[in-house]
């Protein structure tokens, strides 16, 4: 029997009303029971079932000295990785070569094809330039299963990828440049062991039977008025499951049409989980990431994010995190912000494709949260209405590790 807890969200969501805190199996969020309050927008509810882990009452936030210290001394990394990041170079070229020509796949090793053998013995080389090859498949891989996440995998260099490398190479010991040197690759290699980066899959009965819409309407009118924002395709579906870009899960399987039980298919041998010690978190509004580090002060994770703009800016300052909803309703407010037509307040269904995924991270700053998004591809290329959006899986990963009271900061 599932229990709606009724919260509010503004920009992209406000906590409100009553909320039954639960545990959840991996990591308990010291759950409580929040008696009723006054809501200062009665719009925008949002609910969760009963396996939510909510904390929803916005509290003033308190900072001890030992975390203002750390805080400072997370920043002060973040500001030496930013100023060591090269962001003007190929990430795949050699930091002693000057001006590399870009790598066709045609001048690519013979092992660098887009088989799983290939991909699974690709290897690095000098100046391999910018493009979509077997190599960053397999660094991409490599980096997200280190807990350097490039987002959504599609074998492209980019600034995702530029970025998943300064933080590797940052939790690793590795000057952070963001180029995927030798020294580098052979410390992904490393930690990987003898894990290989692409498995074969065979798709299940359970594969196909979803639940799956046919299309998920842009009007947030229409949407509400669906029992769930589910997933439109098997190939989508399959796609997060992999932490994997649709359209390369296709390139990969180019003679699969995913609608049968017992297709094999080629797809990333992916982590699930992240470190236990998840003691501060740093959105870094410029680089557009967030950072993870421990009690020891040191990076243990980062991910991609997309981040408030100019027009519906992040907030600045210290902050904590106050609980986990998995699966939540999303309510739209015209009073935050105006979709299409829309000028009547909206409550849209659970699921992968609502406005903020499928889970919300709340924080101590009412109406601003960590959440998921239906466009895992378009993260850090795009930006959100002030909460800080992940892929699903990455979301999914911080929620279920993340205690209440771990502190957030937002650098710009």
Same mark, same amino acid.
């Given at each position: 029997?599932?229990? #709606?807890?009724?919260?509010?969200? &503004?920009?992209?969501?406000?906590? +409100?009303?009553?909320?039954?805190?639960?545990?959840?199996?991996?990591?308990?969020?010291?759950?409580?029971?929040?008696?009723?309050?006054?809501?200062?927008?009665?719009?925008?509810? @949002?609910?969760?079932?009963?396996?939510?882990?909510?904390?929803?009452?916005?509290?003033?936030?308190?900072?001890?000295?030992?975390?203002?210290?750390?805080?400072?001394?997370?920043?002060?990394?973040?500001?030496? @990785?930013?100023?060591?990041?090269?962001?003007?170079?190929?990430?795949?070229?050699?930091?002693?070569?000057?001006?590399?020509?870009?790598?066709?796949?045609?001048?690519?090793?013979?092992?660098?094809?887009?088989?799983?053998?290939?991909?699974?013995?690709? &290897?690095?080389?000098?100046?391999?330039?910018?493009?979509?090859?077997?190599?960053?498949? #397999?660094?991409?891989?490599?980096?997200?299963?280190?807990?350097?996440?490039?987002?959504?995998?599609?074998?492209?260099?980019?600034?995702?990828?530029?970025?998943?490398?300064? &933080?590797?190479?940052?939790?690793?010991?590795?000057?952070?440049?963001?180029?995927?040197?030798?020294?580098?690759?052979?410390?992904?290699?490393?930690?990987?062991?003898?894990?290989?980066?692409?498995?074969?899959?065979?798709?299940?009965?359970?594969?196909?039977?979803?639940?799956?819409?046919?299309?998920?309407?842009?009007?947030? +009118? @229409?949407?509400?008025?669906?029992?769930?924002?589910?997933?439109?395709?098997?190939?989508?579906? @399959?796609?997060?499951?992999?932490?994997?870009?649709? *359209?390369?899960?296709?390139?990969?399987?180019?003679?699969?049409?995913?609608?049968?039980?017992?297709?094999? %298919?080629?797809?990333?041998?992916?982590?699930?989980?992240?470190?236990?010690?998840?003691?501060?978190?740093?959105?870094?509004?410029?680089?557009?990431?967030?950072? %993870?580090?421990?009690?020891?002060?040191?990076?243990?994770? /980062?991910?991609?994010?997309?981040?408030? *703009?100019?027009?519906?800016?992040?907030?600045?300052?210290?902050?904590?995190?106050?609980?986990?909803?998995?699966?939540?309703?999303?309510?739209? /407010?015209?009073? *935050?912000?105006?979709?299409?037509?829309?000028?009547?307040?909206? /409550?849209?269904?659970?699921?992968?494709? $609502?406005?903020?995924?499928?889970?919300?991270?709340?924080? &101590?700053?009412?109406?601003?949260?960590?959440?998921?998004?239906?466009?895992?591809?378009?993260?850090?290329?795009?930006?959100?209405?002030?909460?800080?959006?992940?892929?699903?899986?990455?979301?999914?990963?911080? $929620? #279920?590790?993340?205690?209440?009271?771990?502190?957030?900061?937002?650098?710009?």
């Amino acid at each position: 029997m599932f229990v #709606r807890t009724v919260l509010a969200m &503004s920009l992209s969501c406000m906590f +409100a009303g009553t909320a039954l805190a639960a545990t959840t199996a991996e990591q308990p969020l010291n759950p409580q029971l929040i008696s009723d309050t006054a809501v200062e927008d009665p719009i925008d509810p @949002l609910a969760t079932d009963a396996s939510a882990a909510v904390v929803p009452s916005e509290v003033e936030t308190q900072i001890t000295q030992q975390e203002e210290q750390d805080l400072n001394k997370a920043s002060a990394t973040l500001e030496d @990785l930013q100023n060591a990041e090269d962001t003007q170079a190929d990430i795949g070229s050699a930091p002693t070569t000057a001006a590399p020509a870009t790598t066709s796949a045609s001048t690519a090793p013979a092992k660098a094809s887009w088989t799983l053998d290939g991909l699974n013995n690709a &290897s690095w080389y000098e100046n391999i330039g910018k493009g979509q090859f077997p190599v960053y498949a #397999r660094a991409h891989v490599m980096l997200n299963n280190a807990h350097a996440s490039p987002g959504a995998i599609d074998g492209t260099s980019g600034k995702n990828t530029l970025k998943a490398i300064a &933080s590797f190479q940052q939790m690793n010991g590795i000057k952070p440049t963001g180029v995927l040197t030798q020294e580098t690759w052979d410390a992904l290699i490393a930690r990987q062991g003898s894990k290989p980066a692409f498995v074969e899959y065979t798709i299940t009965e359970d594969d196909l039977k979803g639940p799956y819409v046919k299309s998920i309407p842009g009007d947030y +009118a @229409l949407q509400a008025k669906m029992k769930g924002l589910h997933y439109t395709s098997v190939t989508e579906m @399959l796609g997060e499951k992999f932490h994997m870009d649709e *359209n390369f899960l296709k390139k990969l399987n180019p003679n699969a049409n995913f609608n049968k039980a017992g297709q094999k %298919l080629i797809v990333a041998n992916v982590r699930n989980d992240l470190p236990e010690d998840i003691h501060l978190i740093v959105a870094h509004k410029g680089a557009k990431q967030l950072y %993870l580090f421990n009690s020891r002060n040191q990076m243990i994770a /980062s991910f991609p994010a997309s981040i408030g *703009n100019t027009n519906t800016p992040s907030p600045t300052g210290t902050y904590k995190v106050t609980g986990v909803a998995p699966n939540p309703w999303y309510s739209y /407010s015209p009073s *935050n912000f105006i979709q299409g037509k829309n000028m009547k307040p909206l /409550s849209l269904p659970p699921g992968p494709n $609502g406005p903020v995924g499928n889970i919300w991270i709340g924080l &101590s700053k009412k109406s601003f949260g960590i959440h998921g998004t239906p466009n895992p591809s378009m993260i850090s290329k795009s930006y959100s209405h002030g909460c800080i959006r992940l892929t699903n899986w990455d979301a999914n990963d911080l $929620g #279920r590790k993340v205690r209440s009271g771990v502190t957030v900061k937002f650098l710009e």
